[in-house]
């Protein structure tokens, strides 16, 4: 084969193999669009483990468990991460979601005053994170609690009684 056939074949080859890595990463998104995860779905599923772990909190508060640093470090950490995750899944267009919902419509039209009680929250388990002392504990805890209630007031529906 003359040299220029040659670079010519190889250069169609490279092209057909980029063509079909760019074909594969669009079909992989495309079906990560379809079958991903329900944003709406993975925010509860953040909120709930929210909960779970200031139920841990809360025995410690009660004194049903000891004071335990570290507990509290894990307890509070997987709680700034939840919050952190939980931020980012109220895209716009997920007001519905394939189970149901008790986000208020707020959310989206007054998504700064959201994003800053989310930030607000976040930085407040941070804090708690890292106290070291039984005497810290209380005040930090309520600071979270107070934020969870904040953002729930303003952006949750309220639950019937
Ligand atoms: C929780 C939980 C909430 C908050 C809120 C704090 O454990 O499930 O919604 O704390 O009660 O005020």
Not at 30 to 55: F, H
Not at 141 to 157: I, P
Request: aromatic share 4%; with cysteine.
């Amino acid at each position: 084969m003359p040299r220029q056939t040659r670079s010519l074949t190889s250069l169609a080859l490279a092209s057909a193999l980029a063509l079909g890595a760019v074909a594969l990463a669009l079909g992989s998104a495309r079906s990560l669009a379809a079958e991903g995860p329900d944003p709406v779905k993975a925010r509860k599923e953040a909120m709930e483990e929210i909960n779970k772990n200031m139920k841990t909190l809360s025995a410690i508060a009660k004194k049903e468990t000891p004071f335990d640093a570290a507990a509290v470090k894990k307890a509070a950490g997987t709680i700034a991460a939840d919050l952190k995750k939980a931020s980012t899944l109220f895209p716009a267009g997920s007001e519905k979601g394939s189970v149901p919902t008790e986000a208020r419509p707020e959310i989206w039209s007054d998504s700064a005053g959201f994003s800053a009680t989310m930030a607000s929250a976040h930085a407040a388990a941070e804090g708690l994170a890292k106290v070291e002392d039984e005497k810290a504990f209380l005040p930090a805890l309520r600071a979270l609690g107070g934020n969870c209630k904040e953002c729930h007031d303003m952006y949750r529906v309220a639950k019937k009684r």
